[in-house]
């Protein structure tokens, strides 16, 4: 039978489905560790750059359990947390029953063309088996002239802090989530998916080619973190 513990690079859908539900218990502890208490500060910075408000409804694809979702409830808008890891929903459901949380895949929304005033995706589209079709389906339940936000681990600009921090996805982060996470072997998957990701303008262009348009990013800790934005038409 075999236990499916870690996703590969080719991210096939149940397998990081089920990788995610293995870590749900213990997720938002190890990425306060992991992120050397930098967690939060990106999450302000996707809340500032979305600006949602009252009034205003808006998906957080790949929500997990919630936690990215919380700013925007916390602003007042109706936020839509989505995610395919019933793991994660489940612990989400359990720490904040006041959210919507929704069951979906990121590849086939549950939702009807231009629903939503703004779409984000925190640290889950590099998790996406296809990149492209997620980015359509972004495009496709967003009203004219909404916004994407997407929230990614991405390549730091500066050479010294690059070397430092590939050594430390590469060295550092296995023991220290030995020590704090339920699944130490997803975060050798979280350390190489980081490594395979696309790099600030490759991401823009896969933005454009999905049909986004005045699309831009903003790095976060030297480009250890982008925010793209991009808006529908
Ligand atoms: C690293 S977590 C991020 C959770 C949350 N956004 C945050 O910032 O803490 C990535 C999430 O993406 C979800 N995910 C990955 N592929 C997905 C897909 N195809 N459809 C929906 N969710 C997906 C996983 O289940 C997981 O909960």
Redesign the pocket.
Known sequence: MGCVTRANLDKQ?QE??AM?DDVAAK??RT?DVLSLGQARAWRRAVAEAVGAGPGDLVL??????G??SLPFAEAGANVVP????IG?LAEGKRRHPELALTA????RLPFADDSFDAVT????LR???RTEA?LAELLRVTKPGGKVVICEFSTPTWTPLRTVYTEYLMRALPPVANKVSSNPDAYVYLAESIRDWPDQPTLAALMQQAGWQRVAWRNLTGGIVALHRGFKG
């Open positions: 859908p990081v489905a995610f997720y938002d990425n957080d694809l790949g929500a997990g359990t936690t990215s989505c995610d395919f890891s994660m979906g895949d990121a590849t995706i925190s640290f889950a998790n996406v088996h997620a």
